[in-house]
């Protein structure tokens, strides 16, 4: 399939106002091409939290028009000469990165160890970034999808797409710090908040082995799935005052979904033993709440966070998933129905991450009316 038998359309976000449900489809032009480059039809792109971030410029002034979606699976339909991991056909995946600096700004310690996410010199988002070709980045609200193929993970076979397109971040975002925090045996693991990211930190942290895994929450409405999920504990903050004194130094780490300011972050630090790990994933649009010093000090706790995963992240995480059976807890929506999807996920709808699925007959050229 050559470059011009297909377009890049998709629904575009013109201003703050497009989180309310007023994204428009249209067509965008992709950044330029580039031999270390792939090109993917979309088949399935999940919703995520920082696309309604984005889309109103809660982290920052948005670039418009932006095309959100950072969990992109689809089908390889051109491959640059100097790719040697994917081949058309192939079906493969997009996070929420798409190109790091690689060492082409000089020596970059994160780059060559293989940890892109965190490289400082350059860090372009898969939607509302710049390439260092100059292009913009557009993300997977829409039919193709443009990508350097570092950032391109092939699928594993035994993976349903649509199960597979929220792992791409919101199951690597917390798979990343699980891991490297040492979840798996011997260890005590929280997840506070059970929603899209939480539900994969329940099933990451039992997948990797913990002793035990607690899920923290304001009530118990989300209890039965939690247990279902592989959870061994539920704490319902908001109908137990007495919560906190109960499971206090209970656990060695937490990973912390919650994007409040409101959150009760004292107590949350009060459940680590000592030597706990407390790790923010969540990321509220007004900052964190003020922390106390003393707890930190008397117990050695560290608090910490994490971003996201490296293309070699996601390719571990999904040969566990593979291994250990995790499957995503999904709601397939049609792509046409992208802005009543955003309008139902702000309302917290989503058991647990809603799936954009490409219709055959919407994916390629589709008129302005999808």
Known sequence: MAATDYKFEGWLGLDASSVEGKMQWGEFEPKPWEETDVDIKITHCGVCGSDLHTLRSGWGPTNYPCCVGHEIVG?????GSEVKHLKVGDRAG??????SCLGRKGDCEACASGMENYCSKHHAGTYNGIYMNGGKS????ATYNRVPARFAVKIPDE??????????????????PLKFHGAGPGKNVGIIGLGGLGHFGVMWAKALGADKVVVVSRTSSKKEDALKMGADDFIATDEDEKWAKKHASTLDIIICTVSSTQMPLMDYLSLLR?????VQVGAPED?????????LIFKRLKITGSLIGSPSDISEMFQLAVKKNVRSWIQEIPMKDANKAILDFEAGKPRYRFVLVNEPETNGSVNGKL
């Open 75 to 79: 089908h390889v339909v051109r491959v």
């Open 94 to 99: 997009v996070g929420a990165q798409s190109e």
């Open 138 to 141: 557009y993300g997977g609200y």
């Open 159 to 176: 993976l349903p797409s649509a199960e597979a397109a929220p792992m791409l971040c919101g199951g690597v975002t917390t798979y990343a």
């Open 274 to 278: 000592l030597d706990g790990t407390f």
């Open 287 to 295: 900052g964190l709440p003020t922390v106390q010093q003393f707890p």
